[in-house]
Nanobody
Framework: QVQLVESGGGSVQAGGSLRLSCVVS????????MGWFRQAPGKEREGVAS???????RCADSVKGRFTISQDNAKNTLYLQMNNLKPEDTAMYYC?????????????????WGQGTQVTVSS
């Protein structure tokens, strides 16, 4: 059974940094698309960043230059480094995975989801 467990969320002031982690188990990650999504209260869940096995990445325009997605295959862990955080980054952040080789931020391509970790940025 595929399991995704996020950690690393918290409360920071604007301009601060956080690193989210997602430990993955239950499948061979080399053939999977991985990503981070977020959902703020009253808003749709949106794609933040995605990465495919060969290290290709994609980021949403709203976080380009501030967020970086990466993976450590030896640790079966996905990361999201978030710098220069803004109040509008406040949301629940979810790790996701899907059996696709298409680098996308479309949630329809992601089959498995973690429970989420809360990020709160104060001004």
């Amino acid at each position: 059974q595929v399991q995704l467990v996020e950690s690393g969320g918290g409360s920071v002031q604007a301009g601060g940094s956080l690193r989210l982690s997602c430990v993955v188990s239950g499948y061979t990650r080399s053939n999977y698309l991985m990503g981070w999504f977020r959902q703020a209260p009253g808003k749709e869940r949106e794609g933040v960043a995605s990465i495919y096995a060969v290290g290709s990445t994609r980021c949403a325009d709203s976080v380009k230059g501030r967020f970086t997605i990466s993976q450590d295959n030896a640790k079966n862990t996905l990361y999201l480094q978030m710098n220069n955080l803004k109040p509008e980054d406040t949301a629940m952040y979810y790790c996701a995975a899907g059996p696709s080789n298409y680098l996308t931020l479309n949630r329809a391509f992601f089959r498995y989801w973690g429970q989420g970790t809360q990020v709160t940025v104060s001004s």
